[in-house]
């Protein structure tokens, strides 16, 4: 944080047209915004170098009728039995984990699934993320 000096970023991202999950496109949108951000900053001298260890991204994740989904439309979201939301970094690590029973409570093995199944989901997030900003970082 030290290349940033005595600077403040604020990402306010509003998410225009979602059907659930606008927290997470939210969060992984951002991200995208930051690195842009950082890139502008560079370019222009403010910043010798992009302070960007790693990619975030987040998905959400549920039961719903018994099937394990990712991204939930609000449809779904109202209707799941568990629902978790999941941000990870690039490298697999996370950043949070949070996850309720809506409807009964959930087993470990459940959410075992639930994680690697949002890993999955971020990772292919993440690959999008590089390929959008390829030329900047």
Known sequence: MKS?????IWID?????GDGGTRTAAITGSFVALADAFHKLKKNGVIEEVPIKDFVAAV???IVDGVLMLDLAYEE???AE???NVVMTGK???IEIQGTA??????KSQMD????????GIEDLVEAQKKLLKDLL
């Open 113 to 120: 699934d639930m994680l690697a199944f949002a890993k999955k």
């Open 77 to 79: 979201d109202s209707r």
């Open 13 to 17: 991202c509003d998410v225009i047209q």
């Open 60 to 62: 959400s994740v549920g």
């Open 82 to 84: 568990v629902d978790m």
């Open 92 to 94: 697999g690590e996370f």
């Open 102 to 107: 809506e409807r009964k409570p959930f087993k």
């Open 4 to 8: 940033m000096g005595e600077r403040s």
